[in-house]
């Protein structure tokens, strides 16, 4: 089989990756924006050759994980330059967007649109991860679009990878990933940026920091390249997980300033309940622990 | 050595666990106002006796880990029972009121105020971790306070246990510490107080959330009962972090609103220098880690 993967960085190599492992016969042709990481993915064995559009029809399988901006630019160029029996899927984490570009492209039956719930902070072709996508969910949107044959050459290959299939339409993945990926996020960024700004004179602060603020502050080493377009594509949905999320904190002050310490406590106590919803998410792929 | 461990949960319970390796000759006297706890802390060798304040004047090392609000009332009475040659040290999460409601005790130099930056999320004495402060920072207030040769005693036990000593004042303390700790667990609270909020009619939505949410709510699963006190104690510096993490959460709002990306790339950008910053923070002691 030849996989040609477009971005070969932390997802486009963890596919790379397992593919490899389960389909050891195939060629995996690289294309990249970036010469400098296509040459370190060639040099890690991510990729066996370096290619680009030209070379498209050979494909049987095209693996896009490029940021959702240049997605909606590259993704119809990607679809004219397939042949009739080769499946493209992406891993974007908006899909309303995207689906939309390719609606009424003539290809759209060799489009499959995935979102793999799967990643770390870190990026490039040196993040790759082998297994970074076991037991995590993979949603796709759309399926119906898709031709029957290049479903099942992906969903078959996803299963194989130990991913969690869930359908669902674009509109409510867009809507339900602003909670609970989009908007921490953006409270990880905005709270480094809180105390940066506060101790950007007291380095030595730091050493007070525990394992809570590193938890936290986690997002806030993710790739703004990656996460601005993001924003914009989910812009009315983030919007409004911004509003809610201010108002939360904003009642919280109020209780603080009033010393309604009650009130304080029920908060958290209402909220410990997250303990039973955590149960039920994969295992964490943090640096911190694959390393053990 | 007799040691008492008053309040006998995650801290107090690790504690226990690191000087008995360290000690082995200590006996350990539990005191706990929850029977339950007491009862485990026996069951899990943590304590070897049952206690109560009447026979603290047979201690020479009293482990205060309590939480903040009961810490100011039973510490005059703790230091009041206990014999001259014996060191009371606290691991409170706030320092100011604390060191201030022991300033003109008889028995003042004979305690010594800790807060060591280590936890996790979990408490009671079945979240007791050997080892949980090894490499951990711990902030001692006001040390001249303290006479030499406790100050000493504990202090070598700190360094045996692997900690690294930081000396500062209290009102410097507490400052700080709202913005790398206490700052922290509010926008995770509240982070997982708008997600349940808005999905609570579809629990299946979690299948969506990947290990960045589960690391930005983590500390949303920490105990009520600890935490609301310490937000009453440090309220004037919580309220001031909280204010300024509102004002950048809206100015984030507003540049997404306003179509700025440059604008949110920048912000993004400037924040991942919390990446250098997060290199020097001491390893993560979550769950999913000590499980490996």
């Known amino acids: ?17 397992d593919i490899r492992r389960l389909r050891p016969d195939t060629i995996f042709y690289g294309i990249d924006s970036n010469e400098t990481h296509l040459d370190e993915a060639l040099k890690l064995g991510l990729v066996d050759i370096k290619s680009d559009y030209n070379d498209l029809h050979l494909a049987d399988m095209v693996v896009v994980s490029i940021p959702v901006d240049v997605m909606v630019e590259e993704l119809p160029k990607i679809l004219d330059a397939v042949n009739d029996d080769c499946v493209v899927f992406d891993g974007g984490s908006t899909k309303s967007l995207i689906c939309q570009m390719v609606e009424d492209h003539p290809k759209r039956r060799n489009f499959l649109a995935a979102h793999p719930i799967a990643g770390t902070e870190f990026s490039g072709p040196s993040a790759a991860i082998e297994n970074l996508y076991a037991g995590k969910t993979n949603i796709i949107c759309e399926v119906e679009k898709t031709a029957f044959k290049l479903q099942e050459r992906a969903l078959e290959l996803f299963q194989e990878m130990g991913m969690r299939i869930r359908y669902m339409n674009p509109q409510a993945h867009d809507k339900h990933i602003a909670y609970v990926s989009h908007l921490s996020h953006i409270s990880s960024f905005m709270l480094g940026k809180t105390v940066i700004e506060k101790e950007k004179n007291e380095r030595d602060i730091f050493d007070m920091a525990g394992s809570g603020f590193e938890s936290t502050v986690r997002l806030a080493k993710s790739s703004p390249a990656m996460w601005t377009p993001i924003f914009k594509h989910n812009k009315e949905n983030v919007v409004e997980t911004l509003e809610e999320y201010i108002q939360n904190l904003q009642e919280f002050m109020q209780l603080l300033k009033n010393d309604d310490y009650k009130g304080i406590y029920k908060e958290m106590n209402d909220t410990n309940k997250i303990k039973e919803i955590l149960n039920g998410i994969p295992l964490n792929n943090s640096k911190t622990v694959t390393k053990k």
């Open 1 to 17: 089989m030849n996989v040609f993967v477009i971005g070969i960085g932390l997802i486009g190599g963890s596919f790379a990756k």
